[in-house]
C-alpha cells in the first residue's frame, strides 16, 4: 500500500504539472503574443474553461500527501515555508486577475489585470522547480537552475499549447515563441539532467533523456506546424521529468526520511484507496469531458470564443 500511494501521490503531480505547465505558459505569454486587446482575450480564452479545474490536481495530490503520509507533508511544507506561501499568493494573485478581468471597462485596469496574471504564473512556475530541485540536491545553485528550467519549460508548453488552440496572428507568434524558448530549454535541460544524482537508477535517467528527447521533438514538430503531435511531445516530456524526479524520490522523500517512515498506518491506507477508487474516475471523466467540449480553435473575440470564455468572465 505505501508503494501504491507513493505511486499515486506521484501519478497526481505529474497532472498538475502537466495541466497547470500551460495554464502557467499562457499566463506569462498573454501580454506578449496579445498585441491588442481582442488577442488578449483570444489567448486567455484558450485556458478560460479549464485552469481552475487544473488547479484541483494540486489540492488533491497535497491532500494525499497529508492523508497518506503526514511525515513528509509536514517536511515539506515546514522546509520550504516561504516558497510554497509564495507559490499560493501567486496563485490567489492569478486567478483573482483571471476572473477580474472580464468585468473591466478600462484598459489601464484591464493593464493590471494583465500584469497580475502574467506575475501570478511566472511565481509558482519558478517556485516548483527550485522547490523541487532543493528536495533533491539540497543546493541553492541546483534550486536556481531548477526553476529557471521549470520556467523555460512551462513557457514553451504554454506557447505550443496556444499554437495548437489559436488561429491567425496568435498562432504565428505563438509558434515562433515556441521556437525561440527552445533556446533557453535545451541547455537548462542539460545542466538540470547533468545534475541527477548519480545514484540514481537506469530507469530514471532514462525518463530524464527521453523527456530531454521529447523537448526537441516538440521544437522539431512546432516548426514543422503539428501542433497536436508538438503538445504531446512537450506534455510528454514534463510527464517524464515528474517520473524522473519522483523516482529519485522513491527511496526518500526527504532528507533523512524514508517512505516507510513517512507513511500513515494500513488502516487508514486501505480507506483511502476505497475512496480514491470511487472518487477519481469521476475527476478524470469530468476533466477528459470539459477538455473534449472546449477543444476546437479560437479564431477571434465573440462568437463561439466568446462562449467559451464567458464561463469565467475572460470572454466578457
Not at 522539431?220 to 497536436?228: P, Q
Request: net charge neutral; glycine share 14%; hydrophobic share 55%.
Amino acid at each position: 500500500m505505501i508503494d501504491l500511494w507513493f505511486v499515486i501521490i506521484a501519478f497526481l503531480w505529474t497532472g498538475y504539472f502537466v495541466l497547470e505547465g500551460f495554464d502557467f505558459g499562457v499566463g506569462m505569454l498573454s501580454p506578449f503574443l496579445g498585441r491588442n486587446e481582442g488577442q488578449r482575450k483570444q489567448v486567455l480564452q484558450t485556458i478560460g474553461p479549464v485552469w481552475d479545474g487544473n488547479e484541483v490536481w494540486l489540492i488533491t495530490a497535497v491532500g494525499a500527501m497529508f492523508a497518506a503520509f503526514p511525515a513528509w507533508y509536514a517536511g515539506f511544507l515546514s522546509s520550504f515555508y516561504l516558497p510554497l506561501t509564495l507559490v499560493l499568493a501567486g496563485l490567489i494573485v492569478r486567478g483573482v486577475a483571471l476572473e477580474w478581468r472580464g468585468k473591466l471597462e478600462h484598459s489601464s485596469d484591464r493593464a493590471w489585470a494583465d500584469v497580475g496574471i502574467a506575475a501570478g504564473s511566472a511565481l509558482p512556475a519558478f517556485l516548483w522547480g527550485a522547490v523541487f530541485a532543493d528536495v533533491l540536491l539540497d543546493s541553492g545553485v541546483a534550486a536556481l537552475v531548477g526553476g529557471a528550467f521549470s520556467l523555460a519549460v512551462c513557457l514553451l508548453h504554454g506557447a505550443v499549447f496556444l499554437a495548437l488552440r489559436t488561429e491567425g496572428v496568435v498562432r504565428r507568434r505563438a509558434r515562433a515563441a515556441a521556437m525561440g524558448t527552445l533556446v533557453a530549454v535545451i541547455p537548462l535541460g542539460i545542466v538540470a539532467l547533468s545534475s541527477i544524482p548519480r545514484e540514481g537508477s537506469g530507469a530514471v535517467w532514462i525518463a530524464a533523456g527521453s523527456a530531454m528527447a521529447l523537448l526537441a521533438a516538440g521544437g522539431s514538430l512546432i516548426w514543422r506546424r503539428r501542433e497536436g503531435w508538438a503538445f504531446a511531445a512537450t506534455a510528454g516530456a514534463i510527464a517524464l521529468a515528474s517520473a524522473a524526479l519522483f523516482g529519485t524520490l522513491a527511496g526518500a522523500p526527504m532528507p533523512g526520511l524514508t517512505l516507510e517512515q513517512a507513511a500513515s498506518g494500513p488502516y487508514t491506507l486501505n480507506v483511502l484507496t476505497w475512496i480514491g477508487l470511487a472518487i477519481l474516475p469521476f475527476v478524470l471523466g469530468y476533466q477528459g469531458w470539459t477538455y473534449w467540449v472546449f477543444r476546437k480553435r479560437i479564431s477571434a473575440p465573440g462568437g463561439a470564443a466568446q462562449v467559451q470564455g464567458a464561463q469565467t468572465g475572460i470572454g466578457q
